[in-house]
């Protein structure tokens, strides 16, 4: 009996521990069912906040189309408004020019309203303004009305270009912001093709109608700005300017892919803020800078400055004359030539958008400042050894494509995503509208000049001297520009803050490489 239970008390041990085994069993089944759960909640989690934030990205950059179809089209519409009202070459260049200086207005007072107002809304201002400009011109019986159009869409358009790229860097997550914040740049140059097009596609009618239609198709794309504003939410740092803590909070949960994250960008921003309110007035401090916003301002005005005075918009708006003057005379094929420039201009800067945040800022600036000069030189000589030449026309649309394709890939969109990254919150607009102030009086300066001066040295000396002031931009960016891959806005600030030579710590390594460093330091007693 005594056996029998002896058995029995076994047997019930052994069917517990069985039964202990198989809970422990369920147990982790559950711990790794939940692991698995929990991956593909972040994961989805993470797909939908990309999503979020391109469209985000997407819809503030709609803008820049309006820039570039402006760009675009104008190249090719001068030539039949030339015949239809009859306006001199100074004319011409006048109200080409016109649109890149009068749009200063426009980012100066970007940069104060949308402080006041929000990004988002002064975007849909921005839109507002150039469908405005863009109905005049269209209209114009005149050239003193298609002036007046034009300076009316220069506001609209330098309004719009100065916030979104700010937006976009302050809403961007801080691993995907150099990618998103090159939208702007994508949109110009999409814009660029399209004026390209429209171009080729209505110049077959008559000249007194064909431009018309050209810049009226430009007013569409702020039809959708219009819709854009009210899905896009408000910039996280702005709110946080505004004591909207909560609502920032929201957005940040929204277009951030860990909760943690978003809670450690909301402290930077905050802190940033707090730092900010105790400092002095914006503009006084930009114009009285500390060493600290010396440094920030030089890299900002200095890439804005460079990013034109090679002449980009002399290639883009000019192309038809720098192709007759190399010897294609026909308007038709002169129009698809042009095309062709516009394709190579927008496929490049997908480059760009893929290796930005993988490579970093300064080896696709480097690549694109020397291909620059190279091309701008090969123009030079090219245009000297064979102008009215079949060979030489062939080399021209192929250096010119070239010349465009470098730009895409570097210092065009780079330009603008370092210029929203460098300052501080508490300056960050307003020191961007001041450095989009230098990039549209340098851009003002090359289009309202180009024809004049290339009549009075040629062509081939005017594109000898760009190639010259883009090899002293590869100095200006070996030496001066930081890399900024890869670093929080506020992380970048603090860069900026550090007393020593940026070029030997912050460009060589990595915050993550640093910490390593100093850890290895620290246990060999270095």
């Known amino acids: ?6 058995g029995s008390v076994e047997d019930l041990g052994t069917k517990n521990k069985y039964r202990r085994m198989d809970s422990e069993l369920t147990d982790d089944g559950d711990d790794d069912l939940e692991v698995v759960q929990y991956k593909q909640t972040q994961h989805e989690r993470s797909k939908r906040t990309r999503k979020y934030v391109f469209a985000c990205a997407v819809f503030a950059s709609l803008n820049n189309v309006l820039l570039g179809y402006d760009v675009g089209v104008m190249s090719g ?18 109200l080409i020019g016109s649109l890149s200086v009068i749009s200063i207005l426009g980012s100066l007072a970007g940069g104060r309203v949308s402080d006041a107002v929000g990004r988002k809304w002064s975007m849909g201002l921005a839109a507002i303004i150039f469908q405005i400009g863009a109905a005049i011109m269209t209209l114009a019986p005149n050239f003193e009305f298609l002036l007046i159009g034009r300076l009316l869409a220069g506001v609209g358009i330098g309004f719009g270009v100065m916030v979104a790229p700010v937006y976009i860097a302050e809403i961007s997550p801080t691993v995907s912001r150099g990618t998103f914040t090159s939208f702007p740049e994508i949109f110009i140059n999409l814009g660029i093709l399209l004026g390209y ?16 239609i050209m810049l009226a198709v430009g007013i569409l794309p702020s039809v959708f700005i219009a819709f854009a504003i009210f899905v896009i939410p408000e910039s996280p740092r702005w709110l946080v300017m505004q004591n909207r803590v909560d609502e920032a909070r929201l957005v ?23 730092s900010g309110n ?12 500390t060493p600290v916003v010396r440094r920030m301002l030089v890299v900002g005005i200095g890439i804005q400055s460079f990013q034109q005075i090679t002449g980009i918009d002399a290639t883009v708006y000019y192309s038809p004359e720098i192709l007759q003057t190399a010897g294609l005379e026909n308007k038709s094929r002169l129009l698809a030539a042009t095309v062709a420039v516009g394709i ?3 496929a490049f800067i997908m480059i760009a958008i893929l290796v930005i945040d993988k490579i970093g800022r300064k080896p696709l600036l480097y690549a694109s400042t020397i291909g620059i000069t190279f091309c701008l030189c090969g123009l030079g000589l090219t245009l000297w050894l064979f102008e009215k030449d ?39 607009a307003q020191a961007f509208a001041l450095g989009f102030v230098e990039n549209r ?31 002293l931009s590869v100095v200006f960016i070996y030496k001066i520009v930081p890399e900024t891959k890869g670093k929080s806005l506020e992380q970048i600030e603090l860069l900026f803050r550090r007393e020593h030579d940026w070029q030997e710590e912050e460009v060589e390594l990595s915050d993550t490489q640093k910490l390593v460093q100093d850890h290895e330091n620290s246990t060999f007693g270095y």
């Open 390 to 428: 079949s060979v030489g026309v062939a080399l021209v649309i192929l250096l010119v494509c070239g010349n465009v394709a470098f730009f895409s890939v570097g210092i065009g969109p780079i330009c603008g995503v370092l210029t929203s990254e460098i300052f501080p919150l508490r300056l960050r």
């Open 441 to 471: 009086v340098c851009s003002g300066i090359v289009a309202m000049s180009f024809l004049t001066v290339s009549r009075a040295i040629s062509m081939s000396v005017t594109f000898f001297i760009f190639g010259i002031v883009s090899a």
């Open 77 to 94: 519409a001068i030539i039949f408004i030339q015949e239809d009202l009859k306006i001199t070459e100074f004319q011409q260049e006048f």
């Open 278 to 289: 105790r400092d002095t007035a914006v503009w006084r401090e930009l114009l009285n800078p």
């Open 1 to 6: 009996m005594g056996v029998q239970e002896s």
């Open 197 to 212: 097009v429209s171009n080729y596609a209505f110049s077959g009618l008559s000249s007194h109608t064909n431009w018309r």
């Open 344 to 346: 190579s201009k927008t």
């Open 252 to 274: 940040l949960m929204n277009t951030n892919e860990v909760s943690s994250e978003a809670e450690e960008r909301l402290s930077e921003i905050l802190a940033s803020a707090e």
